[in-house]
Each structure stands twice: as C-alpha cells, then as structure tokens.
C-alpha cells in the first residue's frame, strides 16, 4: 500500500539524495521519489503524486525557481506544498522563493528531527485539503447523480441570456447606465455574435429593412447606413437593402466599440441557460453544463423558439434509422448545410425567408440538385416595391375597431394606391407605424381572428424580399429546377443502402407523392405558440410560475419597461425582458427597429431598480 507521506527531492548531487533517504528512512511511513535532472521534476510529480516536494535552488538547466514557477502553472501541482532543501541562505534568496510560491525554506543541513517535523508537517496540510476536495466531490455525486458539473461562475449583478442583437445591445445600454456593474452574457451558441439573422449567412443574404434604419442605437437609425458609406463608399443607398453579414460586421463592430470604451467588460458564457430560480440573491441560474451562476438581474433576451421540425411528428420509428445529418433542424447551425451531394435533390420545409434564403445559399454553394419546397400555402413572400414615397397616413382609430375594419381600410387604401398608379407596399407600411398602439387596442377575440384569417396575408405582404432574389426563383421554377408544393410532411422513411429520404408529401387538394432527397431542411421558422415549448428555459419559468403566457400563447406578458409578468401578472422584480417573446403584448417585436428601443428602456429600467444605475445620464450611441 502506498504511503500517506509522499516526498519527491530534487535535487542533481546524489549524495543529498542519500542523506534525504536516511533520515525519512529513519522516521518510517515516508516515501520517497529522488529526481536528479531538475528537467524531469515536473513529469515525475505528475506521476508519483507528492504530499510535498523537497527541492534544491542551484541546478543547472533549470533551477528551483524556474521549477517552482512551473508548478505553480500546471493545474495539478499548483497546490502541492513545495519546501526549498538549499545552501543558498540569503534573505533575498528565501524572499523570492516565498514570492513564487514555496512553502517552506530549509538551510541544508537541518536537524533531521525538525525536517521530518516540517515534512510530516506539510504533508498532513496537504492530505488535509485532498480530502476536503474529495468530500465535496462526493456529496456532489451524491445530490448530483447524473454527474453534472455545478462549478459556480463568480456572481454578477446581471445575466443576460441571449447573445444576438437584443442581449447584446442589452449589454452596452447596461454598461452605459451602469458603469459599475458587472455583467455576463449567456449564449448556447459556441460563440455570441450577431445571432441568427446576421451570423450564418453570406455576401447575397440580404437584410429586409433599409439601411437608413438599421442603426443600432434608436438616437441614430442611420448609424448603419454612414458605416456602410465608410466601408464602402457609394455601393449602398440608404434606402437600398444591404447584406445581412455587412449588419453582422456593423453590429460586433458597435457593439466592440462601446464596451471597449466602458469601464464594464462583460463576461462571455457560452453555455444555454436551462433553469432559472429565485434566490436570496436574486436568481440562481442554471446552466446545461450544470455550472450555476448567481446574478442580482436577468435579461432575457433569448428571440422565439424553433418551432418543431415538421418530421418529428410524422417520422415515427424512421426518425431513429434516418443519420442524424439528412435531417436538417436548424439550417443556421454551422455547417448544416454541408456536404450534399451536389446533384441530389433536397426537400425544403416552409416557402417563407428562410426558405429562400436557403435556396439561393444551396446554389451559391453550387448545388445543381432538384429543389422541393413544401409550405401549406404554397407561396413565396412578396416582393418589396422598387420605390414608393412616403406611405400614406392611415386613420389609427379606424384601424384601431378591428381587424376585419383594418384589412377593409387596408384594400381601401391599395386601390387608392392604384388609382395614382402606386403599389401596395404603402397601404402595408401604412399600417406599420400603428402596429402597436392597433394590436393594444383589439380584444383577445379580435386578435385570434387575425392570427387564424389574416396573419398568411399580412406575413407575405409585411416580410418581403427583395425583387431581384424573387426573379431568380421564378427562373428556376420555369426551368424546371425548383418546384414548389402548397402541401405538408405526411411521412418519412430511411432509403436502405443509400444516404437518402424518402419524403411523402401531402398535397394541398390530398393527392399524395414521395420525394426521394439527400436532405430534409426545417425553413419554417420559429413556433407560433410557446404553450407547448420544449425549450428548457421557457418551460421552467412557466412550471415555476415566474412566466406567464399571453391569452393567445405568442409570447411571454410584460409591462411596458420588459419587466417580466408573473402567472398573476405581477412584475417580476430584477428581470427583464427584450425580443420577440413580446409579440403578444406588441405584435411587433420583431426588427432591429423596436428591438434596440426596447433593450435600451429594459438596460436602464434594471439598472435603476438593482441601484447599479450611474447618477449621469446614461450615454448611447
Ligand atoms: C433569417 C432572418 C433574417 C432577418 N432579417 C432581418 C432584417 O433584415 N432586419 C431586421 O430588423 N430584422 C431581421 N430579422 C429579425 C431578427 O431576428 C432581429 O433583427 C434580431 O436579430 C433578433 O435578435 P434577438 O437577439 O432578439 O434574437 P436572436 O437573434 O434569435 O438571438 C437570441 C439568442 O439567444 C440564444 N439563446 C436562446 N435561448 C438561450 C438560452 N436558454 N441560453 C443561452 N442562449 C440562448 C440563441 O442561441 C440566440 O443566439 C431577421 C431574422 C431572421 C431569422
């Protein structure tokens, strides 16, 4: 059995390393490891596992400085008592080994009864603290049996769950309001970044909101448009539609800029956040890692949940023999769209924009390849107007009735359009600036008749694309090369000996037909409900009734600052929040428009409730 007492010397005379043996020999119970190339030491304690190191200063190559230096860099013997045996007996000597971390200096010779002493000494302290360590680990394994790592992050005043647009811009207004609070940001993805709409996309995904409002800062909508001119003098119009990663690059690039300039620096975590809780503190968060954190304040700035992938319901058993990669969840995760076979067909699910963002990144990528796009009305997004002046005004209070006295003003005002030979768009971006103050004022019931009778119109005509895009589309399907099907997933199953899918798809009008393809792609978008969510998150704040759902289930209740509505709607203290899950108090929460006036109250609001808030105004773009 080995001894409880483990002594490694080094030391390069080897007559020291005979006396060292004697008199642990003498003393019993002490064993002992002798290193006479300083170079081995730190290999040779790896492997012997020490209770203390006794070691010499003067040796060539390395000597014990240098040594205890690297110990005490290397995670394992960081902690590892290290007692200096030297004939080196100046003050300045003992002074700088304590400096680097010795733990004890003994002058070549001691009494051997006192180095015994001070070895048996150190070696107990050290044995000491390996079983503390080892207790804890236990009781962990104990109260933590599927083995999750609960090692605490330092506390923070506030976590911010989310890091695309909303936490981000969340995180600069917070460190404008509050220069002293520290902040981390918590982001499953393996980075934080622009998030979804301007991360994974290329030179030809474009944004669908005019440069000139896409500034980050509410004080200056154009901030984007005058980055674009520095960056690229000339290409973009402020009316033009840019590409979505030149927004990517603008938004790291603001959002760099003013954290760099503040006193707060935010930690990043890249880790999902999958269980919130009330604490004396203020929240407990926990982490998929299974780290916890403790925060006085949370933003929740997490956008909508995907909505299911339309397979999971039909697949049935075939779901688990289909490999993982031909079923696309997520086209955004990295690389998902990697590594079709470039002649093979590919089923898209959903016609909306991410389906055609996906269609033009597959021939950007040079899949030649049959297209199939599935949605259940069967249509593309229409396209944006080539220009149109300002929208007309339309009358708020008539809007204002119902949705039914909306869309009639609406169709009302698209003939007038007509009449001057104007297009649609302005009826639409008439409507836009009311949107609010419109869904405010309709009853629950006149809400849902919307969502079930006119939200497929409003969505085509609201989220549009550009013509140019459109126009390339059409041009496949005349060619034969795209085709697209007003129809759902009826089935799916493994194709035996070939990485492929046979889809079955139901028609619009029940006729039946089965696609073979190398991938299926999820485009439909994030769900339109979050009563029946399966994100984690979401679900325990509705379980622990810190979250309540809007009467239609489209988003998460808040007041008017983001503060969150408990399920007796009464705000929640130190939490806010930013992003689409507003959609049921606000209809629109959707563009970066309302997104950075949002974070911009919620940032301040949670800074003067936590006390965090600087006496100054804060600062912003
Ligand atoms: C394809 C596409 C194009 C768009 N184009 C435009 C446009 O041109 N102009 C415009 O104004 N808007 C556009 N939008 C809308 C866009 O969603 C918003 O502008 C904005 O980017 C939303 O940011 P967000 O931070 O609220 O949400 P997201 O960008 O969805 O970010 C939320 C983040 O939270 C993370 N997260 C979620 N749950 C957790 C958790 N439990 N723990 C840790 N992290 C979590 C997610 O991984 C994600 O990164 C587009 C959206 C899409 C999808």
């Known amino acids: 059995m080995a001894s409880e007492d483990r002594v490694l010397l080094v030391d390069d005379q080897p007559m020291m390393g005979e006396v060292v043996k004697r008199i642990l020999g003498a003393a019993g119970g002490i064993e002992l490891r002798v290193v006479s190339r300083p170079q081995d030491a730190l290999a040779a304690a790896r492997e012997f596992l020490p209770t203390v190191i006794l070691q010499d200063i003067e040796m060539p190559g390395m000597n014990g400085f240098e040594l205890l230096d690297a110990y005490r860099a290397d995670a394992d013997l960081a902690d590892v008592p290290v007692l200096m045996l030297t004939s ?33 000494r150190h070696s107990l302290m050290r044995r000491q603290a390996l ?12 109260r933590n049996p599927l083995g999750f790592v609960r090692e605490p992050l330092p506390q923070c ?25 520290s902040l981390s940001v918590f982001e499953r993805r393996s980075r934080p970044g622009p998030g979804v709409a301007y991360g994974a996309c290329d030179g030809e995904h474009l944004l669908n909101v005019p440069a000139a409002r896409m500034g980050a800062f509410a004080e200056k909508p154009t901030a984007f448009h005058e980055w674009l001119e520095r960056e690229f003098p000339g290409r973009y119009g402020a009316s033009d539609f840019a590409p979505r990663a030149q927004f990517g690059r603008y938004l790291l690039e603001t959002v760099q800029g003013s954290l760099g300039a503040s006193s707060v620096k935010p930690r990043f975590v890249s880790d999902a956040v999958v269980h919130l809780e009330r604490h004396a503190f203020g929240f407990e968060l926990l982490l998929a890692s299974g780290r916890t954190v403790l925060a006085r304040g949370v933003v929740l700035a997490v956008g909508l949940p995907q909505a299911r992938a339309p397979w999971r319901g039909v697949g049935g058993d075939a779901l688990a023999a289909i490999p993982r990669k031909l079923l696309v969840d997520d086209p955004w995760e990295a690389g998902a769209l990697e590594g079709i076979p470039a002649d093979e067909t590919v089923v898209v699910v959903g016609s909306g924009l991410t389906a055609v963002d996906v269609v033009l990144g597959l021939r950007r990528r040079g899949h030649r390849g049959k297209l199939v796009l599935v949605s259940r009305n069967g249509r593309f997004p229409l396209p944006h107007a080539a220009a149109h002046g300002a929208p007309p005004a339309l009358d708020p209070a008539e809007l204002s009735r119902g949705p039914k006295e909306a869309f009639r003003l609406v169709r009302r005002t698209v003939r007038e359009l007509a009449a001057h030979d104007h297009e649609w768009h302005g009826a639409i971006d008439g409507v836009r600036p009311h949107a609010t103050k419109v869904w405010q004022a309709w009853s629950t ?20 694309v550009p013509p140019r895009l459109l126009a390339l589309l059409d041009a496949e ?7 697209l099907i007003a129809g759902s997933i009826g089935g799916i199953a493994p ?14 009008r029940g006729a039946t037909q089965t696609i073979r393809a190398a991938r299926v792609v999820n485009c439909v978008g994030p769900a339109m409900s979050v009563v029946d969510t399966v994100d984690p998150l979401l679900g325990s704040l509705f379980r622990s009734g810190m979250a309540s759902s809007d009467a239609l289930g489209l988003g998460l209740r808040s007041d008017a600052e983001g503060r969150l509505l ?18 049921g108090e606000l ?25 965090v808030a600087s006496a100054a105004p804060a600062g912003s773009a």
């Open 88 to 120: 080196v007996e100046n003050a300045e000597s003992k002074a700088k080994a304590f400096e680097l971390g010795a733990t004890d200096y003994m002058v070549k010779f001691p009494e051997a009864v006192e180095m015994v002493a001070r070895v048996r």
């Open 445 to 464: 019931e006149q809400r849902a008749y919307f969502l079930r009778r006119l939200r497929p119109y409003w969505e085509i005509h609201r989220h549009r």
């Open 477 to 483: 399907r005349a060619a034969g090369t795209l085709d």
């Open 131 to 142: 079983a503390r360590v080892q207790r804890a680990a236990d009781a962990e394994r104990a």
């Open 587 to 611: 209809w629109e929460s959707t563009a970066v428009p309302e997104l950075r006036v949002q974070a911009a109250v919620a940032a301040e609001s949670l800074a003067r409730e936590l006390g």
């Open 157 to 181: 005043d506030i976590a911010i769950i989310g890091g695309g647009f909303s936490g981000l811009m969340s995180a600069v207004r917070i460190a404008a309001a509050a220069p002293g609070a």
């Open 495 to 508: 194709v035996a000996g070939a990485e492929a899918i046979d889809v079955t798809v139901k028609g619009a």
């Open 566 to 583: 408990d399920a007796q709607g009464v705000p929640q203290p130190g939490m806010r929040l930013v992003g689409a899950l507003r959609r």
